[in-house]
């Protein structure tokens, strides 16, 4: 709240008079009142009075933040590295604190963050190398992104999903009953030779077979099949993945 007194010595018939105020406000669009009080007097000496409320409309200026993920190779061979390619921009009108965190799954890369700040239409690109540690196709969550204007106002943006396939032996594990199948399924665009599985069961089950399986070749897009049988005696209710050599 504040006064701003104005004094103007005289106005001929017709005349203007104009002036300008700066101030500042939080953000957010925003009506603010304004009271005019004032007094004149004629060339007679006669007084007069103003006494007026005055109505303004205000969009402060804030930013506004845009968040893009894309791979740069959306589909690699297992053992392979690509990488992901944050675009960050700014289209709005003031200054934003910027505050990105991707939470990879394990198996693709750790969570990845950057601070930063950027000026209004400025963009800026980061690049974070994966080397994924298993084949599939992955669905990436999107990436989050917490940006602040200078009065401390907090703001969020959100990327797509991002979709990565990594060519490999992809093994499917699932349990019926006390029956374990092994799904073994080459996604490479060529011939695999000399496949070797090992699996194992955890403290609380059995089974009385040997878990390491071996083939010789398996075609593009071919999958096999082993099956096995285990006993639950204890309180273990998960089974460990089976791994590829």
């Given at each position: 709240?504040?006064?701003?007194?104005?004094?103007?010595?005289?106005?001929?018939?017709?005349?203007?008079?104009?002036?300008?105020?700066?101030?500042?406000?939080?953000?957010?669009?925003?009506?603010?009142?304004?009271?005019?009080?004032?007094?004149?007097?004629?060339?007679?000496?006669?007084?007069?009075?103003?006494?007026?409320e005055?109505?303004?409309?205000f969009?402060?200026?804030?930013?506004?933040?845009?968040?893009?993920?894309?791979?740069?190779?959306?589909?690699?061979?297992?053992?392979?590295?690509?990488?992901?390619?944050?675009?960050?921009?700014?289209?709005?009108?003031?200054?934003?604190?910027?505050?990105?965190?991707?939470?990879?799954?394990?198996?693709?890369?750790?969570?990845?963050?950057?601070?930063?700040?950027?000026?209004?239409?400025?963009?800026?690109?980061?690049?974070?190398?994966?080397?994924?540690?298993?084949?599939?196709?992955?669905?990436?969550?999107?990436?989050?992104?917490?940006y602040?204007?200078?009065?401390?106002?907090?703001?969020?943006?959100?990327?797509?999903?991002?979709?990565?396939?990594?060519k490999?032996?992809?093994?499917?594990?699932?349990?019926?009953?006390?029956?374990?199948?092994?799904?073994?399924?080459?996604?490479?665009?060529?011939?695999?030779?000399?496949?070797?599985?090992?699996?194992?069961?955890?403290?609380?089950?059995?089974?009385?077979?040997?878990?390491?399986?071996?083939?010789?070749?398996?075609?593009?897009?071919?999958?096999?099949?082993?099956?096995?049988?285990?006993?639950?005696?204890?309180?273990?209710?998960?089974?460990?993945?089976?791994?590829?050599?």
């Open positions: 709240d504040g006064v701003i007194v104005y004094d103007i010595p005289e106005l001929n018939p017709d005349d203007e008079y104009i002036t300008k105020a700066t101030f500042e406000t939080d953000a957010g669009d925003k009506e603010l009142s304004f009271m005019i009080d004032g007094s004149y007097e004629d060339n007679l000496g006669l007084d007069y009075s103003i006494n007026k005055l109505k303004v409309s969009v402060t200026k804030k930013p506004i933040v845009s968040i893009t993920r894309s791979v740069e190779e959306n589909t690699i061979r297992f053992g392979y590295s690509t990488y992901l390619i944050y675009t960050i921009e700014n289209t709005g009108e003031s200054e934003a604190e910027i505050d990105l965190k991707d939470e990879l799954p394990d198996c693709i890369g750790n969570t990845y963050t950057w601070k930063g700040k950027l000026d209004p239409g400025e963009k800026y690109s980061l690049r974070y190398r994966i080397t994924p540690e298993k084949a599939g196709n992955f669905e990436l969550d999107e990436v989050l992104v917490k602040r204007d200078r009065y401390g106002n907090e703001y969020t943006a959100h990327s797509e999903k991002t979709e990565l396939e990594v490999g032996i992809i093994i499917e594990k699932t349990i019926e009953e006390n029956t374990v199948t092994l799904k073994i399924t080459n996604t490479y665009s060529e011939k695999a030779f000399d496949i070797n599985i090992t699996d194992s069961v955890p403290e609380g089950f059995e089974t009385n077979r040997s878990l390491n399986f071996h083939i010789d070749y398996l075609n593009a897009g071919e999958s096999k099949e082993f099956s096995y049988s285990i006993t639950k005696f204890g309180t273990a209710s998960e089974l460990p993945g089976a791994k590829i050599t």
